[in-house]
């Protein structure tokens, strides 16, 4: 699969979004559980010289999608672009999905779950165990993507180094004690002798490139994977639903902290996947949470992967 996109584009236009003064968490995570054994828990990718495992962390049903996706938008409008999706407008199923880079150096695992045990699990189901993992990247800080960090008060990753961008870090520290400061404390804090904090543009290894995507949270990171001219975006929470985020990116997601931020962030990111048909991995997109973006109309389309990648 020959995929092109040049760095320099890539990079571009991440680092001069507005910081806003978030202090409402995501809840996206709270009605979750493993998912059942029957699901697959594991789907493996080939990008050029490296291996890319998404891992279902769990999963559960959403409700109240209006008022979550589509803040600002009428009924009438929401129910159309509902039906021509061929989806409820009432309920959606919700995927949290870390994924692991094997880099063939390292193995590096972006964001940790929950923390109620599916992340082991999936890593099971894809022949590894949190012990081979050597370096985590945490996108971002809220709780469902930094619960995994500890289990029962230990490091989950007893042999990795970790990574986390510096904005967000500081941001959340700044603004004194709520839900997810206090949940840093507990996860984030005790592994800062390991931690590594990075920007815009810089590598957390050769072929691991973090670009800024702000919005979502006050320094929300998207990391480009390049391997071989092989090229795909793992894209975080910038786009919270494989239809309402793609078919009109303004649209007004909840659990954005700003929300303008948050919907440029998204605008000019899929604009750049769609324009060089980059493969993407989302957080909380249907497992396995890859797939392409096309344009339509004045927004976009996610097309789930079917075969490939294949490796």
Excluded: C
Excluded at 210 to 229: E, K, R
């Amino acid at each position: 699969m020959s995929l092109s996109i040049s760095r320099r584009s890539a990079l571009m236009g991440g680092a001069a979004l507005p910081l806003a003064a978030a202090t409402a968490s995501s809840v996206l995570a709270d009605a979750h559980s493993p998912a059942p054994a029957a699901m697959p828990h594991a789907r493996s990718f080939t990008l050029g010289n490296f291996g890319v495992t998404t891992l279902l962390d769990g999963t559960g049903p959403r409700d109240n999608l209006q008022e979550m996706f589509a803040e600002g938008v009428d009924d009438a409008t929401f129910a159309e672009v509902s039906a021509n999706n061929f989806i409820s407008p009432e309920v959606a199923q919700n995927y949290i999905t870390p994924t692991l880079v094997d880099t063939g150096a390292d193995t590096v695992l972006f964001d940790t779950g929950l923390g109620r045990g599916g992340i082991a699990k999936a890593l099971a189901d894809a022949g590894k165990t949190p012990e081979d993992v050597t370096i985590v990247v945490l996108t971002h800080m809220h709780p469902d993507h930094i619960g995994g960090l500890m289990t029962e008060g230990a490091p989950t990753f007893p042999n990795a180094r970790y990574v986390a961008g510096s904005v967000e870090y500081d941001a959340w520290k700044a603004m004194g004690e709520n839900r997810i400061t206090t949940l840093m404390a507990s996860n984030v804090d005790p592994l800062l002798e390991k931690l590594t904090f990075i920007g815009d543009g810089e590598d957390v290894v050769t072929g691991v490139t973090a670009m800024a995507a702000f919005g979502h949270s006050p320094g929300h990171m998207t990391y480009l994977i390049d391997s071989d001219g092989q090229r795909l975006v793992l894209t975080a929470d910038l786009a919270n639903h494989y239809v309402y985020a793609f078919q009109d990116p303004d649209w007004g997601f909840k659990f954005d902290a700003d929300k303008a931020a948050a919907a440029a962030s998204r605008r000019r990111v899929l604009e750049m996947l769609a324009s060089e048909k980059i493969p993407m991995i989302g957080y909380h997109l249907p497992f396995p949470a890859a797939g392409f973006v096309e344009p339509r109309d004045s927004g976009f389309r996610f097309v789930p992967v079917t075969y490939q990648m294949m490796g």
